[in-house]
């Protein structure tokens, strides 16, 4: 509460209000103020001479040891973290992890341009972030209105009401606020090089029909060792949300490859994402039982990291078979039937070639140089 003092005497906020979502690893508080601090100065007069006044979500991380223990999981394999010094103090851990937030939403907010809608950040003190607060003002009668009086002429008084979870939300088209996700899942991997890793109903708000992310404090980038698990399973738990919503939803293992596709182009995203839902909606009962089988074999298998891990005799194989191959997005391995055959071919010869007994060629004998003596008969 020490920093919350010093915002409140310096006037960067002139009230510190009521709580407005809790969490297992901090607290989100409703905070106005009249400061701007990207200029570092107060605001300045409106048109009426009035000071505006803007509200800000102020969201506190608990130092508390006992809450989150998991976070060695998102840490490990991090650039920040590499000398491990967050084991021996959790308090400056934590200062680590709300810095790492900020970074983040910092990143998505200038990377994709508005693409993806999230909270900008302005201030960041040890466990302390100061946000955009994204919600509405509403105005309500103090008292009730009697005979012949409007509501108008009855004293208000304004509430803040913070957006809702996406899982909490009234939504009227839950097929918008789906390819909604959809896209912010992909554009999150492709342009801000991020993996959510803990991306559900409850870290997603809906706001004037638009699907806002939170929460990103665990976000990893798309280079970190469990980086391809962590995608899993945010597209397992979106399948699983929004099959409750919707009839027919693509599978995860649709939705992974998708996400980590690098052939699709920005332009063509709406139209592919689309293009899997529809065929989603087509199938028969029997061919979507069979695909929701096939997605939990999915979710068990072995994801590679590196094309050193994968046999490319064998993908060869499974494509002149016309078998399907998992990750094939993912890798780029992407052969027709013909050009199969071709490289099977090439093997062959170049594993008969190895097979064959080196011959050694002797080397041409030098012929010695010899003089040639001239005999001459006697006369």
């Known amino acids: 509460?020490?920093?919350?003092?010093?915002?409140?005497?310096?006037?960067?906020?002139?009230?510190?209000?009521?709580?407005?979502?809790?969490?297992?690893?901090?607290?989100?508080?409703?905070?106005?103020?009249?400061?701007?601090?990207?200029?570092?100065?107060?605001?300045?007069?409106?048109?009426?001479?009035?000071?505006?006044?803007?509200?800000?979500?102020?969201?506190?991380?608990?130092?508390?040891?006992?809450?989150?223990?998991?976070?060695?999981?998102?840490?490990?394999?991090?650039?920040?973290?590499?000398?491990?010094?967050?084991?021996?103090?959790?308090?400056?851990?934590?200062?680590?992890?709300?810095?790492?937030?900020?970074?983040?939403?910092?990143?998505?907010?200038?990377?994709?341009?508005?693409?993806?809608?999230?909270?900008?950040?302005?201030?960041?003190?040890?466990?302390?972030i100061v946000m955009d607060f994204i919600g509405h003002i509403e105005s309500r009668p103090t008292m009730p209105t009697l005979d012949g009086e409007e509501e108008k002429d009855v004293p208000h008084e304004t509430r803040h009401k913070a957006a809702p979870r996406l899982r909490d939300a009234h939504v009227e088209d839950w097929v918008n606020a789906y390819e909604q996700t959809l896209l912010i899942i992909r554009r999150l991997y492709q342009k801000c090089k991020l993996i959510h890793a803990d991306l559900s109903e409850y870290n997603l708000l809906y706001f004037e029909e638009i699907v806002y992310v939170i929460d990103v404090s665990q976000s990893v980038e798309h280079d970190h060792p469990m980086s391809l698990d962590f995608l899993r399973r945010d597209c397992s738990i979106i399948r699983d949300f929004f099959s409750k919503k919707l009839q027919r939803v693509v599978t995860t293992e649709q939705m992974f490859n998708f996400t980590v596709d690098f052939t699709i182009k920005e332009e063509d995203e709406e139209e592919t994402m689309q293009d899997l839902i529809?065929?989603?909606?087509?199938?028969?009962?029997?061919?979507?039982?069979?695909?929701?089988?096939?997605?939990?074999?999915?979710?068990?298998?072995?994801?590679?990291?590196?094309?050193?891990?994968?046999?490319?005799?064998?993908?060869?194989?499974?494509?002149?078979?016309?078998?399907?191959?998992?990750?094939?997005?993912?890798?780029?391995?992407?052969?027709?039937?013909?050009?199969?055959?071709?490289?099977?071919?090439?093997?062959?010869?170049?594993?008969e070639k190895d097979a064959e007994p080196e011959v050694k060629e002797e080397a041409p004998k030098e012929e010695s140089k010899k003089t040639k003596v001239k005999v001459v008969e006697p006369e």
């Open 1 to 128: 509460m020490e920093i919350m003092t010093k915002l409140t005497t310096n006037e960067k906020l002139t009230e510190f209000a009521g709580c407005i979502a809790t969490g297992k690893e901090a607290n989100v508080y409703l905070g106005h103020g009249s400061y701007d601090f990207e200029k570092r100065k107060p605001l300045e007069y409106d048109e009426d001479f009035e000071v505006p006044v803007r509200d800000y979500a102020i969201k506190i991380f608990k130092t508390s040891v006992c809450t989150f223990k998991d976070r060695e999981r998102y840490v490990a394999g991090e650039f920040r973290f590499r000398h491990g010094g967050y084991k021996k103090n959790p308090r400056k851990m934590i200062q680590m992890w709300a810095e790492k937030e900020v970074r983040n939403l910092k990143r998505i907010a200038l990377t994709c341009d508005g693409l993806i809608k999230s909270p900008w950040p302005h201030f960041l003190k040890n466990n302390v």
């Open 278 to 351: 529809k065929k989603a909606t087509e199938m028969t009962i029997e061919e979507y039982a069979a695909a929701e089988y096939q997605d939990e074999v999915f979710k068990e298998m072995y994801i590679p990291r590196t094309l050193h891990e994968i046999s490319i005799e064998d993908i060869v194989r499974m494509q002149r078979d016309g078998m399907e191959i998992a990750f094939d997005k993912l890798s780029g391995l992407k052969i027709n039937k013909e050009e199969a055959e071709k490289k099977i071919l090439l093997r062959k010869k170049q594993i």
